[in-house]
């Protein structure tokens, strides 16, 4: 006799179809499960197996062979309890209708009670792909997989439970998803109108958010580095449905959902410069898994004292930036995340923090100092659209009774910004000027006569490098979409110079 049931996988943020299969035959009884799984996933024998006969549900006795197909591909996790769980169900005469228009993930406690598992949302929407009309899930997995449309998500608490849902003798309600009353910017306590001072890594943030720029900060300890990253994610773009759903696959994969549904903020991640390049890029021993630059897409990858990573970490970090994806190999299998995310990196400017200051004396040698700040490569930096400098906050901004502009006000230039942008690049891939190709970078970056000299000096006097040229374009037509002027002018393109001038002052040979 053979039964099946339908599962899922998880490759990269996308599910794939699971079909598991159970055979019975007469023989010693055995339990062999076949199909490419991992440790975990053969593990799943011995939940199973203890799940039922503590639930009262008697096993049967004969060689039983369970398959999880396509068997070409490895199988992780323990969310395979509850597929083989129902399987050995049917082959025990315990579930009597048939299965077939329903999907189940899940784990299994040795009690029979459902545990959750990673990557719920995706292979909830596999399977209304699909065709499934019903999908169960563990109850700490049913917000997120409630967010998905045109499927029936059910949840029970056990086995038994599950039993008796199967064959009709309970009535089950699907999940409805939760209601979002509260705006997208309402969790984020922070507000731009609290920092004092700092009215020109304001002004670099805005044109920052507006164009999904690259920026980094460089000032001594407590010039607000920190305070004003922290706040940028109060004036970026509210996001869009599809945003919301790629950013929450990505988060329930990780497992850093904690039982809520859609995400409706922007993520905000800032690593500890310990962090490894598996934790920053993504991989791992267990199987693939994202890192923090993933976990960024579509929100902000917040670098804290930058030179204190390690090199070979930062340079991790090169690829993604380009390309708004980073693929991972570990031992034969490939996946690939995405992390199209605005990357603020903050940084002393020597080993002590006071170079340039005007109140503290610097302790630090020339060489200590070129030292420090060569451990950010140049192929690095030169994927920040955006350096500015932060002198100390003076006492008298501090103690100043003038209000600073508000995250609300900021953020509304910032989507003039963008909907211009989304009009300009209507029908291609391009999301933002920071991600403005070499043939959109001709066609949309128009620069008036006056505005074309400015820049040729520039490019000459500071010795900028092709990919430094392109991004003082980038900014460049950022900051003239805030100006809401298609042509880039002069001013522009000096306010964009402007931001580049670390390369010549920090950098230089």
Known sequence: MVVKTISFGINGIDGYLVEVEASSTRGMPKFDLVGLPDASVKESRDRVTSAMKNCGLQICSSHLTFNLAPADIRKEGPIYDLPITVCLMLLSGHIMKNTGDCGFIGELSLSGELRSVNGVLPMVIKARETGLKRVVVPPQNAKEAAVVDGIDVYTVRDIVELKRFLNGEK????????????????????????????????????????????ILMIGPPGSGKSMLAKRVPTILPDMSFE???????????????????????????????????????????????????????????????????????????????????????????????????????????????????????????????????????????????????????????????????????????????????????????????????????????????????????????????????????????????????????????LEAVRYRSLDRKYWEN
């Not at 109108?193 to 304001?202: F, H, N």
């Open 171 to 214: 009535d089950l309600q699907p999940v409805k998803p939760e209601p979002k009353n509260e705006s997208d910017t309402a969790r984020f306590v922070p507000d731009f109108s609290q920092v004092k001072g700092q009215q020109l890594a304001k002004r670099a943030l805005e044109i920052a958010a507006a164009g999904s720029h690259n």
């Open 243 to 493: 945003e919301m759903i790629e950013t929450t696959k990505i988060h329930s994969i990780a497992g850093i959902l904690h039982g809520e549904g859609l995400v409706t903020t922007r993520p905000f991640r800032s690593p500890h410069h310990n962090v490894s390049a598996v934790g920053l890029g993504g991989g791992g021993s267990n199987g693939i898994h994202p890192g923090e630059v993933s976990m960024a897409h579509h929100g902000v990858l917040f670098l804290d004292e930058l030179p204190e990573f390690k090199r070979s970490v930062l340079e991790v970090l090169r690829q993604p930036i380009e390309d708004g994806e980073i693929t991972i190999t570990r031992s034969g299998q490939t996946c690939t995340y995405p992390c199209s995310m605005m990357v603020i990196a903050a940084m002393n400017p020597c080993p002590c923090g006071y170079f340039g200051d005007d109140t503290h004396q610097c302790t630090c040698s020339p060489q200590k100092i070129h030292r420090y700040l060569n451990r950010v490569s140049g192929p690095l930096l030169d994927r920040f659209d955006i350096h500015v400098e932060l002198p100390r906050v003076k006492f008298e901004e501090l103690r100043s009774d003038i209000s600073a502009e508000s995250s609300e006000d900021i953020k509304k230039r910032v989507n003039d910004a963008r909907e211009m942008q989304r009009e300009r690049f209507r029908g291609s891939d391009t999301m933002s000027n920071a991600t403005i190709n070499a043939a959109q970078l001709q066609k949309f970056c128009v620069i008036d006569k006056e505005a074309e000299n400015v820049l040729k000096i520039a490019f000459e006097k500071l010795g900028l490098t092709a990919r430094a040229y392109d991004r003082v374009l980038k900014v460049s037509r950022t900051i003239a979409d805030l100006d809401q002027s298609e042509v880039i002018k002069s001013n522009h393109v």
